[in-house]
């Protein structure tokens, strides 16, 4: 049975990694086949993704939060469940090619991760694992998307001109309507949001951490590596609301900063597990 | 807002240190590490401990008069008429000094103090001020089917006062057990090996009680000392029929070691080792923090103001 893990994981992979491609390549080239070709391989993707996270949720009996392996997948999933949210709310497809990227090199890493299925240790059995961990998927989820968004502000990228007359020639430039690059002033703004949605779960993640290492280890904050890099992170994240609203830090500075904090969050999550031991490296 | 902005920045930068040089090791460690005299000087700076120096705590405070003050102007915008995202402010605001308050409450009157309590004997508590003693009735971990990994630890103890139970209860990792202001953890477990020691041919037996390859603390050992080792695993291979390693390293001449069973005695060279018997203990933390309640009602109340503040439309 492992080996429908295994071949989800790898149809997950390579369907992102070729909408990846296709959506890169609409970069160059104006073309409504290609952005429905992107989206049938996304929505392909995130089909096999969705059925590789229910198969391991079957398989273990539990949801899957607990490894490092696990909460790679979920925290990509939660990743492109933000972009379709934004894409379908806020036309933002043309910011597929980084989204899909980083969730691409996320599933890769996952499969070069430990798979087996490890029942609970003791510190882990309590509603608090589920809380904490959704709180920071949604987190993380929106801080990756604003990220990408802070890229493409930064990369100055702009649409090329649709030929003439194209925004009305019916259906066959359908793919106008969701592929664009917003106004830099949009795009800042969507980067706020994100950042926004993201503090604010970023804020939940470290109080129901508190409020579950109180339970378990009796103590709420230890300053173990994991905790002290998520305070980094909103640390990184409150100067910036504060440097906008006292500074009027807008633009550049705001995309640096989503841009930066997302560094953070990728170390808190891996750089940390990995070379700096502690109560959290769940690997 | 300046002062807070650089007040945040330090933080960040002090977290940034905390997190990525290794902190709370033996000075022996900076001194090899940094070498004399910069090892010297981070110890005294107090950067291999820097969350608990005076600086680190004076960023906090000016932090929190610093929030006093934004909280203060912000009080006086709602004057002019209540609007959504000021009171989000002033209750995010808030919420954080009320929480940076109980910190200082739970650091000053907090207490928090580790036991290992042998299974089966009664620990007295009053030295460390609690109003009761301990008795660990029961010890017990329970696996999953695989018979190898642990589902859970569970301690079963009774607060006593003199003969008296004040209360008898279980407890286990995530669910503590509450006794009026104090609550008790699951933290550890482990075993103790217990024996008695003599010199012969008239000392006194000396009983001990150690961790597995501790040295046995003995009154009567003139300079030799005893180190106790458990063989095997008792936790895969039962407490009984268990043997014991021991080094006896005397004040002159040459280390001996030898074997010796559970329940029975060994000689070497004037000293007689008796080893009774493998016993388990719990590791329990017992803490008493009144600054608790104030961290987590603080933080509800800075969360529903960050969730105020910038879901509501901000107009001047």
């Given amino acids: 049975m492992r080996e429908w893990e295994t071949l989800l994981l790898m149809a997950t992979f390579l369907a992102y990694a070729g909408a990846t491609l296709l959506f890169s390549i609409r970069y160059w080239m104006i073309s409504n086949r290609l952005v429905a070709a992107g989206i049938a391989a996304t929505g392909m993707a995130y089909a096999f993704h969705s059925g590789l996270l229910l198969y391991r949720s079957l398989a273990a009996g539990r949801l899957p939060l607990s490894s490092l392996y696990e909460f790679t997948l979920v925290f990509a999933w939660a990743t492109v469940l933000v972009f379709l949210f934004c894409s379908v709310r806020y036309r933002l497809l043309a910011a597929a090619p980084l989204v899909l990227a980083v969730t691409t090199i996320l599933i890769g890493s996952a499969s070069m991760m430990p798979r087996d299925i490890r029942p609970l240790m003791p510190a882990l059995r309590s509603v608090w694992l589920q809380i904490h961990v959704l709180t920071g998927l949604l987190a993380y989820g929106a801080l990756a998307v604003s990220a990408a968004l802070a890229l493409v502000y930064i990369s100055g990228v702009e649409e090329k001109n649709a030929p003439e007359g194209a925004a009305g020639r019916g259906k066959t430039d ?7 690059i917003p106004g830099r002033d949009d795009l800042e703004k969507y980067i706020h949001r994100l950042i926004v949605f993201g503090f604010i779960f970023l804020s939940l993640l470290i109080v129901t951490g508190a409020v579950w290492a109180e339970e378990t280890w009796g103590r709420w904050w230890g300053w173990d590596p994991k905790e002290a890099w998520a305070l980094v992170t909103w640390l990184i994240y409150l100067v910036y609301l504060h440097g906008r609203k006292r500074f009027g830090w807008q633009g550049q500075a705001a ?3 989503s841009a930066v904090g997302f560094l953070a969050v990728i170390f808190t999550l891996f750089g940390v597990t990995y070379l700096l031991a502690g109560l959290h490296s769940y690997k | 807002m300046v002062g807070v902005f650089a007040s945040l920045s330090v933080i960040l930068a002090v977290v940034l240190f905390g997190s990525l040089v290794p902190q709370g090791m033996p000075a022996e460690i900076y001194l090899e590490r940094y070498g004399e005299l910069a090892g010297r000087l981070f110890l005294t700076l107090g950067m291999d401990d820097i ?9 906090g405070i000016v932090l929190f008069m610093q929030m006093a003050v934004c909280t203060w102007r912000r009080l006086r915008l709602l004057r002019s008429g209540v609007r959504l995202w000021i009171a989000g402010s002033v209750m995010l605001h808030v919420g954080l000094m009320i929480f940076m308050a109980s910190v200082g409450i739970s650091l000053w009157w907090g207490r928090t103090v580790m036991v290992e309590a042998p299974e089966g004997k009664s620990i007295s508590m009053a030295g460390q001020g609690f109003p009761f003693d301990l008795r660990l009735e029961k010890f017990s971990i329970e696996y999953y089917a695989d018979q190898r990994s642990v589902q859970q630890y569970r301690s079963e103890i009774s607060l006593l006062q003199g003969d008296k139970v004040l209360k008898r209860g279980s407890l286990e990792v995530n669910e503590p057990l509450e006794f009026q202001s104090i609550k008790i953890f699951q933290m550890s477990y482990g075993w103790l090996a217990e024996g008695t020691v003599r010199r012969l ?17 003995w009154s009567g050992s003139q300079g030799d000392q005893l180190r106790v080792a458990v063989m095997s695993d008792p936790d895969k291979i039962g407490a009984t029929g268990t043997a014991a390693a021991f080094m006896l390293v005397p004040a002159a001449g040459a280390r001996r070691t030898g074997v010796v069973m559970a329940g029975e005695k060994a000689v070497s060279g004037n000293v007689e080792i008796r080893f009774e018997r493998l016993r388990r203990y719990s590791g329990l933390q017992f803490k008493e923090d009144p600054g608790v309640a104030g961290i987590f009602g603080g933080l509800v109340l800075a969360l529903c103001g960050l969730v105020l503040r910038y879901t509501t439309p901000e107009r001047v």
Avoid: K, M, N
């Fill in chain 1, 174 to 180: 359908w793919s106008l309507q969701y592929w664009r």
């Fill in chain 1, 255 to 257: 995309a640096w900063f």
């Fill in chain 2, 51 to 59: 969350f608990r120096t005076r600086g680190f705590a004076l960023i």
């Fill in chain 2, 201 to 217: 041919p008239d000392g006194v037996p000396e009983s001990f009680s150690v961790h597995s390859g501790d040295w046995v603390p």
